[in-house]
């Protein structure tokens, strides 16, 4: 399948978006991003439970979009912290669609789940990483299961011990990695917890391969692992039903071949049509982040120098400080040109040349790396490509900058800011 480059199309909502917001500013194409949830939603259509990561994009506005009506939209939350979790609440997600994760869980964290169930809005899950956190969580449950509070519902998130076709960076499924438990670990997590009927109710496995999967083949290991430890210990641990098989759909430079996530569920079809019945898992969740916001993100930046080292070299007034992807592991970013010598540009390919393209920072890895581009002047307007996944959410304020403002550009041309300039991580 050949990808449509929407670039072309809004360009001109970019140009004005920053003309009304000023730059750095991150812009969200809203038919994009509904475009995306709803290709997820075909290929992993209910009742597989969709749920948003939202450590891939925390603005409020943007979870709101993707968990609120629509669709293809709706989808749950995945969360892994409090911060998150308070995020995914201010969009308007209920505890019954928010799962809890991450390798953070502090007693604070486990106490707030607890105390969530005895009020009545018990998450959907909470995904254990190992052994100490489910005995502390079991203490937690047992104590308010005598207070009339109902079983608290679990994964254990499997380090599924295979080499992802990813940036080492972003390989958390490799055995040596800090993330899940092993499998030799997890009858000794359920144990901690309180036992198989204990205060803890063991619903299934968490998996995570990786992320920007470049291939299917360690996602098939890591989920026919994970589907082999579902049939082994749904035999002997009532209501083990739940296999939530993570995120990782990749995103790449538009234009280079990537696995879709019909791709991936196609793979998934074929590994549990291949298990006997009473085997399969019974319910499916998927939690991707990157995919569902990437590509529909523009981070809009303006050029403040323009000089000559080596050929062209423009430096941007964004940087590490709004995405610090290239600088964190050397993840490559398309920029194009929006504007080109204070002119509105045609985006034609005459007259493009290799140009060094910087960030702000005092940091000398602050670098988008070479890119071609047309003649450049202090003022020109250039689109970030792919910047709506891992930018806002990762940004700092380093060197006293304020975080970007974020807009929504509508499919009818509408713009609306949904996070002013320098506003909190947490807040609009
Ligand atoms: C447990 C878990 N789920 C989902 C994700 C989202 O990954 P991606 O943005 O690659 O889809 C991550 C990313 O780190 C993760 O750790």
Same mark, same amino acid.
């Given at each position: 399948?050949?990808?449509?480059?929407?670039?072309?199309?809004?360009?001109?909502?970019?140009?004005?978006?920053?003309?009304?917001?000023?730059?750095?500013?991150?812009?969200?194409?809203?038919?994009?991003?509904?475009?995306?949830?709803?290709?997820?939603?075909?290929?992993?259509?209910?009742?597989?439970?969709?749920?948003?990561?939202?450590?891939?994009?925390?603005?409020?506005?943007?979870?709101?979009?993707?968990?609120?009506?629509?669709?293809?939209?709706?989808?749950?939350?995945?969360?892994?912290?409090?911060?998150?979790?308070?995020?995914?609440?201010?969009?308007?997600?209920?505890?019954?669609?928010?799962?809890?994760?991450?390798?953070?869980?502090?007693?604070?964290?486990?106490?707030?789940?607890?105390?969530?169930?005895?009020?009545?809005?018990?998450?959907?899950?909470?995904?254990?990483?190992?052994?100490?956190?489910?005995?502390?969580?079991?203490?937690?449950?047992?104590?308010?299961?005598?207070?009339?509070?109902?079983?608290?519902?679990?994964?254990?998130?499997?380090?599924?011990?295979?080499?992802?076709?990813?940036?080492?960076?972003?390989?958390?499924?490799?055995?040596?990695?800090?993330?899940?438990?092993?499998?030799?670990?997890?009858?000794?997590?359920?144990?901690?917890?309180?036992?198989?009927?204990?205060?803890?109710?063991?619903?299934?496995?968490?998996?995570?391969?990786?992320?920007?999967?470049?291939?299917?083949?360690?996602?098939?290991?890591?989920?026919?692992?994970?589907?082999?430890?579902?049939?082994?210990?749904?035999?002997?641990?009532?209501?083990?039903?739940?296999?939530?098989?993570?995120?990782?759909?990749?995103?790449?430079?538009?234009?280079?071949?990537?696995?879709?996530?019909? +791709?991936? %569920? #196609?793979?998934?079809? *074929?590994?549990? =049509?291949? $298990?006997?019945?009473? &085997? /399969?898992?019974?319910?499916? @969740?998927?939690?991707?982040?990157?995919?569902?916001?990437?590509?529909?993100?523009?981070?809009?930046?303006?050029?403040?120098?323009?000089?000559?080292?080596?050929?062209?070299?423009?430096?941007?007034?964004?940087?590490?400080?709004?995405?610090?992807?290239?600088?964190?592991?050397?993840?490559?970013?398309?920029?194009?040109?929006?504007?080109?010598?204070?002119?509105?540009?045609?985006?034609?390919?005459?007259?493009?040349?290799?140009?060094?393209?910087?960030?702000?920072?005092?940091?000398?890895?602050?670098?988008?790396?070479?890119?071609?581009?047309?003649?450049?002047?202090?003022?020109?307007?250039?689109?970030?490509?792919?910047?709506?996944?891992?930018?806002?959410?990762?940004?700092?304020?380093?060197?006293?900058?304020? +975080?970007? %403002? #974020?807009?929504?550009? *509508?499919?009818? =041309?509408? $713009?609306?800011?949904? &996070? /002013?300039?320098?506003?909190? @991580?947490?807040?609009?």
């Amino acid at each position: 399948m050949i990808e449509t480059d929407r670039l072309p199309e809004i360009a001109g909502g970019l140009r004005r978006a920053a003309q009304r917001f000023g730059t750095p500013l991150n812009v969200t194409a809203a038919a994009e991003l509904d475009r995306l949830a709803g290709e997820l939603a075909e290929a992993f259509p209910d009742p597989i439970l969709r749920l948003f990561s939202i450590k891939a994009n925390d603005v409020p506005g943007i979870v709101g979009r993707l968990t609120g009506p629509g669709p293809g939209l709706g989808l749950g939350a995945s969360v892994v912290s409090r911060g998150e979790w308070a995020v995914a609440r201010l969009a308007g997600v209920p505890n019954r669609r928010i799962a809890l994760e991450g390798i953070g869980k502090t007693d604070a964290d486990l106490r707030a789940v607890v105390r969530a169930a005895e009020r009545g809005e018990p998450l959907l899950w909470t995904a254990l990483e190992s052994a100490d956190e489910a005995a502390v969580l079991g203490r937690l449950a047992a104590r308010a299961l005598g207070r009339g509070a109902p079983r608290l519902d679990v994964l254990l998130r499997l380090n599924p011990a295979v080499d992802p076709e990813t940036l080492p960076g972003l390989a958390v499924g490799v055995a040596t990695s800090k993330f899940g438990l092993a499998s030799d670990e997890l009858a000794a997590a359920i144990e901690a917890g309180g036992g198989p009927s204990g205060p803890l109710r063991w619903r299934g496995i968490h998996l995570h391969v990786g992320s920007q999967l470049g291939a299917i083949d360690a996602w098939r290991d890591g989920v026919r692992r994970a589907l082999a430890v579902v049939g082994l210990l749904g035999g002997s641990t009532t209501g083990f039903d739940t296999l939530d098989l993570g995120g990782g759909f990749p995103v790449f430079e538009v234009g280079t071949p990537a696995p879709r996530p019909a +791709r991936f %569920a #196609q793979e998934l079809a *074929e590994l549990i =049509g291949a $298990l006997p019945a009473d &085997r /399969r898992p019974t319910r499916l @969740a998927v939690e991707p982040g990157r995919w569902l916001v990437a590509r529909a993100g523009y981070l809009v930046a303006r050029v403040l120098h323009a000089r000559h080292r080596n050929g062209p070299m423009v430096v941007l007034d964004a940087g590490m400080t709004e995405l610090i992807r290239p600088a964190l592991y050397g993840a490559r970013h398309g920029v194009v040109a929006l504007t080109s010598g204070l002119r509105p540009w045609a985006g034609t390919s005459s007259g493009l040349e290799s140009t060094a393209v910087e960030g702000p920072i005092c940091e000398a890895t602050d670098s988008w790396g070479r890119h071609l581009l047309p003649p450049l002047v202090r003022g020109d307007l250039v689109a970030i490509r792919d910047a709506g996944a891992y930018g806002a959410s990762l940004s700092s304020t380093y060197n006293g900058r304020p +975080r970007a %403002a #974020q807009a929504i550009l *509508e499919a009818d =041309g509408g $713009l609306a800011l949904v &996070r /002013r300039r320098g506003a909190g @991580a947490t807040i609009r």
